[in-house]
């Protein structure tokens, strides 16, 4: 197994370099949610005038929920805790300092534009409350129920490709830039506990979306064998084109549905899944968690980072509530009192431990 080296660089410099780049996107995040929610409530009063000439009953936009002072330095010590986190890792060379830098410097020249031009579909859609709301020509066939929605208010939900190629962005404005910090949580874990129980060859990530998971990983891990999985065509293209981008061989990409993977039995070394669960209704978590364990081998260690829980952080209720309210995450306030470590124990796995850092929570365990 190689892991990434360490760099020999002045390491205070880097260090300082580091936060100084995650807190000016950070600071960047804070001021384009200001001035969107500025903008979108220009966009409202202008319609609820539009609405009075018209006789029409005034559209309204959902407000807000004020986030207390307490809770917003809950949320800082936390960010700070994540970034201490994430540099200690790259020196104890669990992976490249050189990620620690990996922006999407060209998605972002290109696109943050496109972001605001969908501002006025995103703001419409949200005054009518349309939660499925695709385009003529966008197909939906085939598809869940469950998946077929504009999460988080997105235009055409996952299923276009101008959708896999604002996502990124929205995901590290939403976050604060803090998106990939969160995703490299599962890299230390993922190399102690699979260095411990099992050999290191082949690694699934389900419900790989764009690909920036497995882009993390091909740098960290490269003499793995890496494959990603996803239910959206468009995001699979996405995350082609960005792990094309890293010189070697392509991660081998697939589009399937978690809760049904191409897969033999007892296949994978070790498996990762980023963000998925809280968009996935109950029913369909535990046969998700049982796909999962039956691709695994046994002494196989499977990862999951998403969300933070009311058990882990009830510190933070206030903010998981907020998001709930705000945001198009039709399953996420099940999600938030769900116990994944329970469906893996049912599962056939052993809980190996739960951590959480900043807004995500992180668990890891072990196939029996």
Known sequence: MQIAPSLNLPASFEEAAYKAFQWSKNYFGVAHKFASTQASSAMVQLWQWSDQ?????????PGGVPISTTTMA???????????????????????KSLLFDNPWADFVQYYPLVWADLVSISDRVTHKRFQDFAADVDTEGYPDYYVQNFHHQTNGYLSDLSASLYDLQVELLFGGSADAMRRRIIRPLVDYVARFSKF???????????????????????VQ??????????LRKANQLLSELPGELPQL?????????????????????????????????PVIGEMVRVTKPG?????????QIEDSPELQ????????????????????????????????????????FMSRYTVARKS
């Not at 033999?264 to 669960?277: E, I, K, Q, S």
Request: a negative charge; one cysteine or more.
């Open 201 to 223: 060859q082949r690694i699934l990530d389900v419900a790989c979306g764009t690909g920036r998971t497995l882009r993390l990983l091909r740098q960290s891990l490269p003499d």
């Open 300 to 308: 196989g260690v499977i990862v999951i980072c998403d969300s933070i």
């Open 254 to 286: 697939i589009q399937a549905p978690g809760e049904a993977l191409p897969f033999t039995d007892n296949y994978f070394d070790a498996l990762t899944n980023v963000f998925l669960f809280h968009e996935l209704p109950r029913a369909v978590r535990q």
């Open 226 to 235: 890496l494959v990603g999985t996803d239910l959206s065509p468009a995001y």
């Open 53 to 61: 000439m018209l006789g029409q009953q005034p559209r309204q936009l």
């Open 74 to 96: 809950v949320v800082k010590a936390r960010y700070e805790h994540l970034l201490d986190a994430d540099w200690q890792d790259a020196v104890a060379g669990y992976y490249p």
């Open 318 to 357: 206030e903010s998981m509530e907020a998001f709930a309210q705000i945001f198009h995450e039709p399953y996420y306030r099940d999600y938030i009192r769900d116990d994944l470590g329970a469906y893996l124990t049912a599962a056939g796995c052993e809980v190996l431990e739960v951590t959480s850092h």
